[in-house]
């Protein structure tokens, strides 16, 4: 269906103002960055602790990583030739007083101060797994690995969409082995996300999918993907019904990270990988919709579910 812009526009602003209004998200001021209340929180939790719960029998490690990632990681990666207009780059001041006082001047002038900073050695994270492969160098042991992963990540995509922040959680179960390893994990996943989400009373469709690679380039790249069929994502409607919102994706990976940082199988291959990640508030927003703005008020088994 082609929605015209103001349609969509609208229907992002009014779920945006009925979620401020009823005190779930708490404007910052910045297109998607928010302050969340406890309400939200308590619902998030509930489901995030859904998924841990039901993928218990996977036995994946757990392990978690801050928000920020090291600058050398993220350039062995093409996030910057393909998601160049999503990065956040960490800077601060390393100058001396001096210097300070120039900055000080500068910002009392109105001029650009941040010219006077300097790149430190972080990134913000772009996706969860990002900072796992990194430390995956190597030998991996026999049967591979399965590992649990919960962090913030950011992307500079400001958008009055509720669905579309900056800074957001994701909860990604990514695992590193062989080609049917990987594919398995994936094929696993879309069986179990459903479940997890169908679970809390969402009925999510799954689709093929692409990520907005940038540029002329990259619309080649999202048709390869495409049509190798190496993403797919589980949406429903939030904001809107015309144009429903992923809330969990499904990513295969080929070979690439196990190139990028020298990952192998014990049979000495080059390691593939593939990760699913539900996006915390995404599903949260979609439960606020199906269910309404209030939990005690939700279906029981649903309230069960989440621990509510
Ligand atoms: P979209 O197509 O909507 O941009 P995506 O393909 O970029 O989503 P992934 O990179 O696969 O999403 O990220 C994993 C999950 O993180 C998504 O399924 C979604 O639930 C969530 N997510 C992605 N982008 C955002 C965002 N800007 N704000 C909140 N959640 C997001
Ligand atoms: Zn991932
Ligand atoms: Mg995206």
């Known amino acids: 269906m082609c929605l015209s812009h103001e349609v969509l526009t609208a229907a992002y602003q009014g779920f945006l103002d009925q979620l401020t209004d009823a005190g ?13 209340s406890g309400v939200f929180e308590r619902v998030l939790e509930g489901f995030d602790q859904s998924i841990t719960r039901r993928s218990a029998h996977l036995n994946a490690e757990v392990i978690r990583f801050p928000g920020v ?20 780059s960490i800077h601060s001041f390393t100058g001396n007083e001096r210097d300070h006082l120039g ?13 006077d900073l300097k790149p430190t050695q972080l990134m913000l994270t772009p996706a969860t797994c990002y900072p796992l492969y990194p430390t995956a160098t190597g030998t991996l042991r026999e049967g591979g690995r399965t590992v649990d992963l919960r962090s913030f990540v950011f992307r500079h995509e400001p958008s009055i ?14 695992r590193l082995g062989s080609p049917e390893q990987a594919l398995a994990h994936r094929g696993l996943w879309m ?4 479940e997890i989400l169908n ?24 048709v390869s993907q495409k049509e ?8 429903i409607p939030v904001a809107t019904a015309e144009k429903p919102t992923a809330i969990m994706s499904c990513n295969y990976h080929l070979d690439y990270f196990g190139k990028a940082f020298g990952i192998h199988t014990a049979d000495g291959q080059v390691a593939h990988s593939a990760c699913m990640g ?4 995404r599903v949260t927003l979609a439960l606020f919709k199906t269910h309404g703005f209030h939990p005690d008020r939700w279906p029981a088994d649903v309230k069960h579910e989440l621990g509510l």
């Not at 779930?24 to 969340?36: R, T």
Request: charged share 20%; glycine share 12%.
């Open 24 to 36: 779930l998200l708490i404007p910052s001021g910045v297109p998607g960055v928010y302050g969340h």
């Open 69 to 88: 990632l090291n600058r050398q990681h993220y350039l062995k990666t093409s996030h910057i030739e393909s998601f160049p207009d999503l990065m956040g």
């Open 103 to 115: 900055l000080l001047q500068k910002r009392a002038d109105g001029e650009d101060w941040t010219q």
């Open 161 to 174: 969409d509720p669905c579309r922040m900056q800074m957001f959680r994701m909860h990604e179960a990514v």
């Open 191 to 194: 069986e179990l996300g459903k």
């Open 199 to 222: 679970a809390a009373g969402l009925n999510v469709e799954c689709v093929v999918a692409n990520d907005p690679f940038f540029g002329r380039g990259g619309r080649v790249m999202a």
């Open 228 to 235: 190798q069929s190496l993403k797919f994502e589980m949406v």
């Open 278 to 281: 539900f996006g915390l508030e």
